[in-house]
């Protein structure tokens, strides 16, 4: 039953904004950091952003600083992710996933413990 979903993909003009969900089940997510990754075809996966168990930490990549903000509501069971300002290169498939630990850790592949399927984003005129 341990499960996240990714939801509120979709496709937007260059400039415009989506809200990402990461929605956990079979867990108490308030005990877990949880990484947004994406990956778009023939890329690596790049790290996004990271928020602590609490919410009072948050990391962004360089990439998306100033225009993302990472967000959780815990009484929800429930990460958020809202994307301001998309530009085409942001386009790809967007992953939340739990860390092992309530702390975030630099995007370190070996510091997840378990992934959502993803949720698509495209930014295109």
């Known amino acids: 039953q341990l499960q996240l979903v990714e939801s509120g993909g979709g496709l937007v003009q260059p400039g415009g904004s989506l809200r990402l969900s990461c929605a956990a089940s079979g867990f108490t997510l308030d005990y877990y950091a949880i990484t947004w990754f994406r990956q778009a075809p023939g890329k690596e996966r790049e790290g996004v952003s990271c928020?602590?168990?609490?919410?009072?930490?948050?990391n962004y990549a360089d990439s998306v600083k100033g225009r993302f903000t990472v967000s959780r509501d815990n009484a929800k069971n429930t990460v958020y992710l809202q994307m301001n300002s998309l530009k085409p290169e942001d386009t790809a498939l967007y992953y939340c996933a739990r860390n092992r630990y309530d702390y975030c850790a630099g995007y370190m592949l070996n510091m997840i413990e378990s992934w959502g399927q993803g949720t698509q984003v495209t930014v295109s005129s």
């Open positions: 928020i602590s168990s609490s919410g009072g930490s948050t």
